[in-house]
């Protein structure tokens, strides 16, 4: 049976964000074009619900729906009240809540957090938001552990995503992490849009503008993706961008969120994914391939950055793949 979703509309809320999940799980399908997922959407209360637009969306399924749900969504609204204001849930918010069945997975997109939060179940876990609310986010919830510094945070049965267009972010991940990354990409190539953003949500606070005549990071990104097989050093990287390690460095994590070795890091074990699914190559030679230059560097880094061993991780989506 494919997994099931359930999105929970709330009043208030973007019809953008709604959308999200619908767009991106409904668009993953195994190799013979069977859905992997069915997506419902519900309410507190079966009926219309407003949006944040000049319209109402008609919502057929009640509270009863995320009893039958592996994953819940919670998108964002404009119209959370005390959930917002004082960090607790309405008793028709927290009733709809009670439905959901323990070991469900639970996602929010942005502000959709505060859900999630004002029901506790983020207490002592990481956790994001947009940028915008972090500090009252940080304030109203002090147990839990805010990064406003990333597109999403992934906490194993709890997931949250920094503002708006970061839950397409988060969705694309979360098909990743289920079906592996051939599944995501094609996900993300029939919706146009990116299958791994860069960075985190500090290149999309507001700054003043850099001299329109200022050098960029770009080409060196460029070339470094066609060299992740290199021992690169960041010297390497300045040189291709005529710059100084140091303005380089800043200039790089200004435009992208991120450190130049982490950016390359996270490249690198896209690249050993990519190869780890798609290819028969040997792990010593996928290691050399992205980058990592040994295996044991290999599994080092995949363990730290998604839990499992490069040999597990083939086991599991080779297999989904041939399948």
Known sequence: MPHRIAVLALPGLLPFELGIPHR????????????LYEIVTCAPVAGPVRTDAD???????????LATADTVVVPASYELGPVYEEGRLTPELAAALAHIRPGTRLVSICTGGYVLAAAGWLDGRPATTHWSSAEHFQRLFPSVRVDADVLFVDDGDVLTSAGVAAGIDLCLHIVR????????NEVARRTVVPPHRDGGQAQYIERPLPDPGAATTTAARAWALAHLHEPLQLRDLAVRESMSVRTFTRRF?????????????RQRIERARHLLESTDLPVDKIARDAGF???????????????????????????????
């Open 253 to 265: 994590r200004e435009e992208v969120g991120v450190s130049p070795g982490q950016w390359l890091t």
């Open 177 to 184: 992490r289920d079906h592996g990354t051939a599944v995501a």
């Open 55 to 65: 319209f109402a969306v008609n919502v057929e399924h009640g509270p009863e729906a």
């Open 24 to 35: 991106i799980f409904g668009r993953a399908k195994d190799s013979g074009g069977r859905p």
């Open 293 to 323: 230059g040994t295996p044991q560097s290999l599994r080092t880094h995949l363990q730290t950055a998604i839990g499992v061993t490069p040999t597990a991780y083939r086991r599991t989506f080779r297999a989904g793949a041939t399948d």
